[in-house]
Every structure is written in C-alpha cells, then in structure tokens.
C-alpha cells in the first residue's frame, strides 16, 4: 500500500508533463483542425468556427499542398534507400574482420550526426555555392558544367538528399554494426568450408540475419525522413520555385507566417497520417516476404 | 583476392568515406580562419592564407553571438537536469513498483511513441502563450521536462536493479524516497549518463520549436541565431563558418567525451524489449 503511494509520487510528475504538454495539444491539435482558427480567432476566441472536414478538403483541393507532399515523398523514397544503402555499407566495412582502427573509422563516420543541423547546413550551403563551391571545383576537373545546386528546382532536392544522408548514414550504421555482430560467427564458418563467396555469404547469411533489424531502421528512418523542415529552410527557403518546400515546411509557414492555425493542425494530422499509411505498407510488405 | 589485397582495398574504402565525413567540417574549421571574402575565390581555398581570428572578433563583437552561447547552455543544462530528474523517478517507478494502472498507462505511451511531436506544436503553442509563456525559456524547458522515450530508456535498465536489494532496504525501515536516492541512482548512474547526453544533444541541437516560441532575439539559441544570421548575411561566409564551428564545437567534444554512452542508448532505443 505505501509503495503504491510512492509509485504515484514518483511516475506523476512525468506523468503530468507528457499529458498536459503532449496527449493535450495532440488531442486539441484534432479539435483545431476542425475549426476556422485564424488569426481573428487568436485575438478573440468568440471568431472561433467550427467547419468540420473543410480544412481537409480544402487542403486536398491546394495544389502547393500537393506539392509539399510530392517534395517530401521524393525526399523519402529517394533519400531513405540511399540513406540505408550507406549505413549498411559501412557498417559492413567497419565491422570486417580485416579491419584497422574499428573504433575510429566508427567514431568518424558518426561526426556528423550529433552535429548541429542547421551549422551544417550552412557549411553545406557553401559547399554547394555555384561559383566558390568545392563541389563544383572538384566537377569541373571531371569535366562537368558548373551546376546551381540550390538554385535549379531540379537539383535542389537531390543536393538536400546528398545532404541528409551524409548528415544521418552514421546513426543506423551503428545499428547495423551491433546488430551484425550478433550474428553467430559459425554461420560465416560453414558457409566458408562449404566454399561460398563473399557475395553468397552476404546474400544468403548476413541479408536474411539483419532482417528484423532492416525492417525496424527502416521504419524510423522513413518516420524521421518524412520529417523534413530545417534544411529547406536554411539551405533554399522552400525555393526555387517549391521545389524544397516539404509538408513540414507548409505547416509552418500555414501556421506561423499565416497564421492559419486551425488548417495548419490539418496538415500536422495528415503528415501523421501519411506516416502512418507508410509504415504499415512496410509492415505489410516484410510479412508478405517472410510467408512468400 | 588475396588478404592483403582485400585488406588494402578495404582501407581505400573506408578512408574514402572517412575523408567524405570530415571534409566539411574540417574545411569549415579552416574557412572560420579566414579573412573576410577569402573564400570567395575560385578555386576556393583550403587553408587560410593568413590564419585570423577577425571573424570570431566580429561575431563575439557585433553579432553577439556570446549571448546566444549562454543561452543554449542555460537551456540545454536546465532541461537535462529536470528531464534527468523527472525520467528517473518515472522510469523506475513503472519498472519496480507495483501501481494500479501500471501496465495499461505503459501501453498507450508505448503506442503514442509514433506520434510525431510537430502535431502538438500548434496547440503548444496555443497554450503557451495563453500561459503567457512565449518568448520564456520556460516553454522550451518546460515541454522538454519529461518524455516518454526518456522514461522507457530509465524503465528498460531499472528492471536490472534485484528486487532483493529494494526489499532488503525496506525491511531495514528505509522510506521509499530514501530507497531510492540511496540504492536506485546509484545504480542507474549509466543509463542516466546516456539520457543526459542524449538530451543535452537533442537540446542544444533542436530548431523548430525555439525557433517557433523564442521570437525576441535576446532569447535566441545558436542555431536559430545562425539561421537568421545566414539570411542576412549570405554572402559572407567566413563569418558564418565561425558560427558554424561555435555551434558544432561544444557538442562534437562531448559526444567524443562520453561517446560510449551515447551510442548505448541508440543501441537501447532501437532494440526494444
């Protein structure tokens, strides 16, 4: 009984912060998105209307919404495989038993995650400029054309690409890594006395071993992919020409350059949506592999 | 392919992508030294060619930059000690205290783990400032003082703790809260190096929300500083490397510094039980 009491003590203030400061606004975000709340509403709360579905029909019928949503799914479906292709690729390198210096290569190859994004992003910014850029010198010696990375609508979004997965390769490769050395090493043993390539050994050994752990990375970083907001927003300003603007980035400016709180609240929800819709095709997609 | 062969290949690789993870922030290093409109050369420069410290005179000087220096830190310490705080109690209370709601309110934080947290940024925002809490340290602190992550990370390593030694203290006489500052952090001092860490990072890293509730430019963090600096100041990339270079510095050397702690609790949050 008296440690019943102290559970309460101790879980509640936790508790009561993840309620008011999160569940609360989730729950009031589904409530604005069903109201006119603009900014009449926010300076006096009587303007408030409530008007049902039409944020979300209206937001069907914009086409920069749809815009948003195709930048961002571009961004997902090209920048998560690339994304994983990278992490599992050097992960393989770093996890070879032939290996030097593991701990480094590890620790170099993870630098850039715990960076801070938007700094990079302006060191990224610069890298990229059409004239003083490096990536632009080290082309030209290659005998490519100066590109506008971040000012043509067509290689904006793949620069960001290239970006975020320098930016984030080293988180999951660190994943991968423990999730390769949990593979039982007699596995590799068999497969070599029976005379298999590496090729064979990686396709029939490691691929079907780190299929849990591909499913569950892929998974968060298809959540975290389609959460895109910040490298727009210091490398190109949604532009040029939409082309960088992602759904996080219209919610943004719907909300807090516009104002538009209560259709804003829509696209928050149909972000989640979206996610949501992804990861369960996912899930879908990996049991049908497994029963195949 | 012979060892040998294999393994110089290998190493070719592996330095490859190494000198790809570096060259941009080495090459921002190096930039931050240079004189004003150096960089804007072609071919671009790698070393300055008289090393200065002009920019980061400039920033400290008229941008003010050491304020936003203070407060980042003032911000993220404030949010890793109460979030440290509150997490722990939580995290142990839902491993090795029995509740009545224990296991259905661990279920529906569980499942609301896939809520991004952007959906609640509008309402927050609603809230805060009806609390009147826009343009506070408080509405970055306060939000950030509890997450479920965070207490799912403390729970996982608290259900290690034996129960004998929680009952032995018990019988002893000792009261709940002394049980727990004497035998329970002690005992979760390394997951709570990870959390701190990790919220320390995440802090002093975030963006959309400061950037959202913090529009008084007393009160702003260096990442968004450096956001708005780089939208004025575009052409002058010297000086936006220095504050590149002061915003990554302080979190590169702790991640070095603690880095096996950090790297367990990427390893805890990815392979839940």
Redesign the interface.
């Known amino acids: 009984m008296?440690?019943?009491h102290?559970?309460?003590?101790?879980?509640t203030?936790?508790?009561l912060?993840?309620g008011v400061?999160?569940?609360?606004?989730?729950l009031?975000?589904l409530i604005?998105s069903l109201t006119d709340f603009d900014l009449y509403a926010?300076a006096d709360i009587r303007n408030l209307r409530f008007v049902g579905l039409d944020n979300y029909w209206h937001l069907l019928h914009t086409p920069d919404f749809w815009r948003a949503v195709a930048n961002t799914g571009y961004f997902v479906a090209v920048g998560v495989p690339l994304s994983l292709a990278a992490s599992l690729a050097?992960a393989l390198?770093?996890n070879?038993r032939?290996?030097?210096f593991t701990a480094f290569?590890r620790?170099?190859?993870?630098?850039?995650v715990?960076?801070?994004?938007?700094?990079?992003a302006?060191?990224?910014?610069?890298?990229l400029?059409t004239?003083?850029?490096?990536l632009n010198?080290a082309l030209a010696h290659i005998g490519i054309h100066p590109i506008n990375w971040l000012g043509d609508p067509h290689w904006a979004l793949p620069a960001i690409i290239v970006f975020a997965v320098?930016k984030n390769f080293?988180?999951n490769m660190?994943?991968f890594v423990?999730a390769l050395q949990s593979i039982p090493a007699d596995l590799y043993e068999a497969a070599r006395l029976d005379g298999a390539s590496l090729w064979q050994e990686f396709g029939r050994i490691t691929l079907p071993m780190l299929r849990p752990t591909l499913l569950?990375?892929s998974i968060?970083t298809v959540?975290g992919y389609?959460?895109l907001?910040?490298e727009p927003?210091?490398m190109t300003?949604g532009g040029p020409l939409q082309s960088t603007v992602s759904v996080?980035y219209f919610?943004?400016e719907e909300?807090?350059k516009w104002w538009n709180?209560g259709s804003?609240?829509a696209v928050?929800?149909l972000?989640?949506l979206m996610?949501?819709a992804v990861?369960a095709l996912q899930l879908r997609l990996t049991r049908d592999a497994e029963t195949s | 392919m012979s060892t040998t062969g294999a393994r110089v290949l290998l190493h070719t690789l592996l330095l490859g992508a190494a000198a790809i993870a570096l060259f941009p922030l080495l090459w921002m290093l190096s930039v931050s030294f240079m004189a004003g409109g150096e960089a804007s050369a072609f071919p671009p420069p790698l070393l300055p060619g008289h090393g200065t410290l002009a920019n980061y005179r400039q920033l400290f000087g008229q941008q003010n930059i050491g304020r936003y220096l203070t407060n980042s830190l003032w911000l993220a310490a404030m949010t890793t000690l109460l979030s440290l705080l509150f997490n722990s109690l939580a995290g142990y209370a839902f491993a090795k205290l029995r509740f009545r709601g224990r296991e259905p309110i661990l279920k529906v934080l569980l499942a609301a783990l896939v809520i991004p947290s952007q959906v609640a940024m509008l309402p927050l925002f609603l809230m805060m400032k009806w609390l009147g809490l826009v343009n506070t340290y408080a509405a970055v602190v306060v939000p950030a003082m509890a997450g479920i992550f965070g207490v799912f990370l403390v729970r996982q390593y608290a259900l290690t703790i034996p129960d004998e030694l929680l009952e032995a203290a018990r019988i002893d006489g000792a009261s709940e809260a002394r049980i727990f500052v004497s035998i329970v952090l002690p005992a979760l001092r390394p997951i709570l190096v990870t959390l701190g860490v990790f919220t320390f990072l995440g802090s002093w890293n975030d963006f959309m929300w400061p950037l959202i509730v913090l529009t008084d430019q007393d009160l702003y963090t260096l990442p968004i500083a450096l956001a708005q600096l780089s939208r004025e100041h575009v052409p002058d990339n010297e000086l936006m490397m220095a504050g590149a270079v002061l915003t990554v510095l302080p979190v590169l050397v702790l991640f070095l510094s603690l880095q096996r702690y950090y790297i367990r609790g990427i390893l805890m949050g990815s392979v839940k039980g």
């Not at chain 1, 400061?21 to 989730?26: A, D, M």
């Not at chain 1, 004239?131 to 490096?134: A, D, E, Q, T, V």
């Open positions: 008296k440690v019943g102290a559970a309460w003590a101790f879980a203030p936790a508790l912060v993840i400061f999160f569940f609360v606004p989730v009031a975000a604005v926010l050097s390198l770093v070879s032939l290996t030097y290569f620790t170099v190859f993870f630098a850039p715990v960076t801070t994004l938007v700094a990079v302006v060191v990224w910014r610069y890298l400029h004239r003083y850029g490096l010198y320098w080293g988180y660190v994943i423990a569950l990375v968060l959540a389609f959460q907001f910040a927003y210091v300003q996080l919610m943004y909300g807090f709180l804003a609240s928050a929800f972000l989640f996610i949501l990861t």
